[in-house]
Nanobody, 117 residues
Framework: QVYLAESGGGLVQAGESATLSCEKR????????MGWYRQDQGRERELVAT???????QYADSVKGRFTISRDNAKGTVSLQMDSLKPEDTAVYFC???????????WGQGIEVTVYS
């Protein structure tokens, strides 16, 4: 059984920073990719940022230069440093983990980030 423990987020003023953290708990396996997706009301879930086992990263165009993702392979954690937050960053953020062989995917329950101006 796998559980993704998310923390951080909350209410943040525009222009400020916040950090999201996620820790994989439960069954042990090699993690191929970790990251964050987000979903706002009435919209589809979208990729925010991911980091692969080799350290390569992927970011949504809307967050490039503002968000930084990092992971600790030994601890099974991933963090998202969010700077210069904008009201349009308001969403529920979901932690994501993809297992290496087989490529099973796991999701956190979601954590709210609300950016007000």
């Amino acid at each position: 059984q796998v559980y993704l423990a998310e923390s951080g987020g909350g209410l943040v003023q525009a222009g400020e920073s916040a950090t999201l953290s996620c820790e994989k708990r439960g069954s042990s396996f090699i993690i191929e990719k970790m990251g964050w997706y987000r979903q706002d009301q009435g919209r589809e879930r979208e990729l925010v940022a991911t980091v692969s086992r080799d350290g390569s990263t992927q970011y949504a165009d809307s967050v490039k230069g503002r968000f930084t993702i990092s992971r600790d392979n030994a601890k099974g954690t991933v963090s998202l440093q969010m700077d210069s937050l904008k009201p349009e960053d308001t969403a529920v953020y979901f932690c994501y983990v993809r297992r290496f062989r087989p490529g099973l995917e796991y999701w956190g329950q979601g954590i709210e980030v609300t950016v007000y101006s």
